[in-house]
T-cell receptor, first 113, second 113 residues
Framework: KAGVTQTPRYLIKTRGQQVTLSCSPISGHRSVSWYQQTPGQGLQFLFEYFSETQRNKGNFPGRFSGRQFSNSRSEMNVSTLELGDSALYLC????????????FGEGSRLTVL | SQQGEEDPQALSIQEGENATMNCSYKTSINNLQWYRQNSGRGLVHLILIRSNEREKHSGRLRVTLDTSKKSSSLLITASRAADTASYFCATGGLETSGSRLTFGEGTQLTVNP
């Protein structure tokens, strides 16, 4: 069974631009969540989607958004990029909500110049 | 902000020795999980312990949970160079739904051959 796939793995953007990151969960997994990892703030929860609906949202500004498609694939978008958005963005999937264990992808490394 | 703290922040040991990492958290939890992260990669789930459990084993891993002290420990026995990684505890709270986890700051473990 293929794992969680995130694309792109690396990208460089400049301030003010926007970026879209993609996540394909493990086949059969319906819950997808996103985390931001930075050296200063550590791992922080962004949001979670289940059945195309946002179920949870972390404390991030409205520039951070996401969506989930009917095949459970998910995208997250960050608009008007700031230097502080440079981070490793991790996607995780699980079969259902509240199943405990999360299966993470390798992440998308975003650098904002 | 992070749920809690991990102690120590960094640990360096020799192959064959045991490694113990501690995690404290602040709120009531449903479960506590431990994850491993190799440098710049995704997180790998190691073990989950529920709030009504006190100890759990998986291979060379032993996890304890003390809900009265809001703390957990991860013991890796007979460590190997391949165990070199960052280790994070993560909690699923009582009041949060879905798969939202709150991560600790992590312990960087180095196992020297």
């Amino acid at each position: 069974k293929a794992g969680v796939t995130q694309t792109p793995r690396y990208l460089i953007k400049t301030r003010g631009q926007q970026v879209t990151l993609s996540c394909s969960p493990i086949s059969g997994h319906r819950s997808v969540s996103w985390y931001q990892q930075t050296p200063g703030q550590g791992l922080q929860f962004l949001f979670e989607y289940f059945s195309e609906t946002q179920r949870n949202k972390g404390n991030f500004p409205g520039r951070f958004s996401g969506r989930q498609f009917s095949n459970s694939r998910s995208e997250m978008n960050v608009s008007t990029l700031e230097l502080g958005d440079s981070a490793l963005y991790l996607c995780a999937s699980s079969p259902q909500l509240n199943t405990g264990e999360l299966f993470f992808g390798e992440g998308s490394r975003l650098t904002v110049l | 902000s992070q749920q809690g703290e991990e102690d120590p922040q960094a640990l360096s040991i020799q192959e064959g020795e045991n490694a113990t990492m501690n995690c404290s958290y602040k709120t009531s939890i449903n479960n506590l999980q431990w994850y491993r992260q190799n440098s710049g990669r995704g997180l790998v789930h190691l073990i989950l312990i529920r709030s009504n459990e006190r100890e759990k084993h998986s291979g060379r891993l032993r996890v304890t949970l003390d809900t009265s002290k809001k703390s957990s420990s991860l013991l890796i026995t007979a460590s190997r160079a391949a165990d070199t990684a960052s280790y994070f505890c993560a909690t699923g709270g009582l009041e949060t739904s879905g798969s939202r986890l709150t991560f600790g700051e992590g312990t960087q473990l180095t196992v020297n051959p």
